[in-house]
């Protein structure tokens, strides 16, 4: 029951994000969204997971995105329509996509076992498993965000350094 | 009634309006909102596969999630660099007036 009620606050927000006009108010309801899909990962166990999903995606995405909005904001009128030219085709291509997907779903032996019993997932565990088995990738992850926050940067900057 | 169905189509869903948003929308920052969607869509699929499925002490689905949110807030503030970027170069962020490469 409760995971319905999540669910349906995750479905309602993302909605609702991806169809408002002002993107400062989209971005406050994808906060819903994402916020909704922490309880979502609380509640299937993944306690860890869920509040690193509420510090990055609530707290620093969100705030990005709000920041990239206030930086890009428009000065001509609003356009027309929010919608792409193409919208037709993108709508039929979206409808075949989940058709396949919840069909997949709906077909597959995965909807019919048992729920078994709630795995445990410590914080030690988890640390344990980041420093020994998993301790390459937390390297490389750790050099890619380095990369691309330099990245960022440069390309952010590239424009101003240009015309001095 | 919480099952793994459950779980998986509920990230159908969030995935099938990331892809909507990303691909409907005439707003560049609200395609790279589509994408994030998209991909804490995946991430959900990967903790619903490491709460219903086999061998969870061994926390991979946990770590490939926590390693996709690394790599989703890089991938976060590269777009949106590069959207401020085009900004300043085309003073719009309207995906249809970016058409300039078109042949």
New interface residues.
Partial sequence: ML?AIF?IL??AG??A??SLRN?VH??LV?TV??AG?AA??L????Q??GF??IL??VG??AI??V???L??R?ATAT?R???????KE??L??LV??GV??WA??KSA??R?I??P????TMQ??GS??MLR?AL??EI?GV??TV??I???T??M??RQETR | MTSVASCLLLSALLFAIGLAGALMRRNAILVLIGIELMLNAANLNFIAFWRYGPNPEALTGMMFVIFSIGVAAAEAAVGLALIISLYRHAKTINIDEVNSMRG
Avoid: C, K, R
């Fill in positions: 995971f669910a995750t479905v993302a909605v994000a991806m993107l989209s971005v994808l969204a994402f899909l979502v990962y509640q299937l166990g993944a860890f997971i690193a999903q990055v995606y620093a995405v990005l995105i920041f990239a909005i930086l890009t428009e356009p329509s929010i919608l792409a030219d193409s919208w993108s709508a291509v979206v996509v989940f997907l919840a779903i709906h995965a909807s076992n729920v078994p709630q795995p445990e997932a565990q988890i498993a980041l998993f990738p937390l992850i890619l965000l691309a926050l990245g960022a940067v390309i952010a590239q424009d």
